[in-house]
């Protein structure tokens, strides 16, 4: 049940571009972009988050907010979410979406600075999905346009925010809120823990494996540092005080169907399967559960957990296109603010 939601932080036009320090230099010019989730200060953050919300609540608002303003949409790895949530939500507010498979695209064959130099002359702002975080950086680079991140293997900042803004939602503040992440260290756990330290949320890791590529170590001696994020070696030290229980894949999904990539699957199962979300590890408590989506069931989540009343995995799915919407239109709203 969504909650009222007490007023965080108000801003205008003017300074809105100062918010958005997602800065690369490009030329002679900045250009804000959002890779990580590191970039935003907590005001930039609370209002994206706020501005999804009211997109959610009154859409008919925001229907003109990107006339003809075209989103590229590039995609080096398989997606869901990420391409029906930014197609849908840039449509809806008056713009389109050209959407390029990376192998099918001449990005497969030339460095990533000309292509991306050609591309961003012939759209407004940029949403790579890329295997490799080195490669965003280039396209970000060199790109006239803003880039979003739509997940690569380090960051997932696009699924933070709406986990984020999920949160805020059903509880109505940040204040006091208990998160708990159990599963891979991974990209989504990487941006959770960059959001939960800007927001003050208290985050326990619960990830007895490391995505080696994920890792970011400048992040987590911040993170640690900031008191907000402990890791633990069972979920059973942190669900008596946790408002909810966030899981994601044991297996990133480019691997799961991969012949060569079984023994490595095997040995994460067998690893994870104790720190499985389900009723005997939940110990009673009732936190509200979170899943960033594919779902493996019977693996990192009980199967029954998916649809249960405290299940919050939908909504948060849902919100990947709200606070989306918000993004892009803070993006645009900053770009055209400093005349790029």
């Not at 009211?54 to 590229?72: A, H, M, V, W």
Request: glycine fraction near 4%.
């Amino acid at each position: 049940m969504i909650q009222p939601l007490t007023p965080v932080y108000s801003y205008n036009r003017m300074n809105l571009y100062s918010l958005l320090c997602i800065n690369i230099q490009g030329g002679d010019r900045v250009t804000p972009h959002l890779l990580s989730l590191k970039e935003l200060d907590k005001n930039a953050l609370l209002a994206i988050i706020q501005k999804g919300i009211e997109i959610k609540r009154n859409p008919t608002d925001f229907y003109q907010s990107c006339e003809r303003k075209g989103l590229f949409m590039l995609f080096q790895k398989t997606s869901t979410r990420t391409n029906l949530s930014f197609q849908s939500g840039i449509n809806q507010m008056g713009g389109y979406a050209v959407t390029m498979d990376w192998d099918s695209s001449n990005f497969s064959l030339s460095p990533i600075q000309y292509e991306v130099r050609y591309a961003s002359r012939d759209c407004d702002v940029i949403m790579a999905r890329l295997k490799k975080h080195a490669d965003l950086l280039e396209l970000a680079k060199y790109s006239s346009v803003p880039v979003i991140n739509g997940c690569c293997d380090k960051y997932h900042p696009c699924q933070a925010l709406a986990d984020l803004m999920t949160i805020y939602e059903v509880k109505g503040s940040f204040d006091g809120v208990t998160l708990t992440y159990v599963g891979i260290h991974n990209n989504v756990a990487n941006s959770l823990v960059a959001g939960c330290v800007t927001l003050g949320i208290k985050l326990f890791l619960v990830t007895p494996i490391v995505n080696e590529a994920s890792w970011d170590e400048e992040l987590m001696r911040t993170a640690y540092a900031s008191g907000c994020v402990e890791t633990l070696s069972s979920m059973a030290e942190a669900i008596s005080s946790t408002d909810f229980v966030y899981t994601d894949t044991w297996v990133d999904m480019e691997h799961f169907h991969e012949t060569d990539y079984q023994e490595e699957k095997n040995r994460r199962i067998r690893t994870m399967m104790p720190f499985q979300i389900n009723k005997q590890n939940l110990r009673g408590y009732s936190p509200y559960i979170m899943h960033d989506m594919p779902i493996h069931p019977g693996f990192e989540i009980e199967e029954d957990l998916i649809e249960s009343e405290h299940s919050i995995i939908y909504q948060q799915a849902e919100n990947r296109m709200h606070v989306q919407k918000s993004l892009l239109w803070h993006l645009l709203e900053a770009k055209t603010l400093v005349g790029a």
